[in-house]
Nanobody
Framework: VQLQASGGGLVQPGGSLGLSCAASGFTFDDYAIAWFRQAPGKEREGVSCISGSGSRVKYADSVKGRFAISRDNVQNAVYLQMNSLKPEDTAVYYC???????????????????WGQGTQVTVSS
């Protein structure tokens, strides 16, 4: 199983950024995929989850209305579109495969088997 996150960078407050997570080595649509983030000195926290079929999505309260998760089960990829970015969104962002196809208990780290390497997002003027 391989997950490759990309798309991070430096963006000004209020700006937008799109992250991608390319997956390989497993039956992609059998598993929910989530994005987590970890800021320096803080615990890793869930940002969003999308079910295997793509029909169900979940968001952390802190990103609702600003972030949008999607997936392409033909290209084996998950995306996170981040708009209206704030300095507190600064973190390393990780994608991870959940142990099941739904987003039940999606915010718990123990639900995830495989993690990508992370991509840095910095929101600063």
């Amino acid at each position: 199983v391989q997950l490759q996150a990309s798309g991070g960078g430096l963006v000004q407050p209020g700006g937008s950024l799109g992250l991608s997570c390319a997956a390989s080595g497993f039956t992609f649509d059998d598993y929910a995929i989530a994005w987590f983030r970890q800021a320096p000195g803080k615990e890793r926290e869930g940002v969003s989850c999308i079910s295997g079929s793509g029909s169900r999505v979940k968001y952390a309260d802190s990103v609702k209305g600003r972030f949008a998760i999607s997936r392409d089960n033909v290209q084996n990829a998950v995306y996170l579109q981040m708009n209206s970015l704030k300095p507190e969104d600064t973190a390393v962002y990780y994608c991870a495969t959940k142990q099941r196809s739904d987003c039940y208990n999606w915010g718990s780290l123990i639900e995830y088997d495989n993690w990508g390497q992370g991509t840095q997002v910095t929101v600063s003027s």
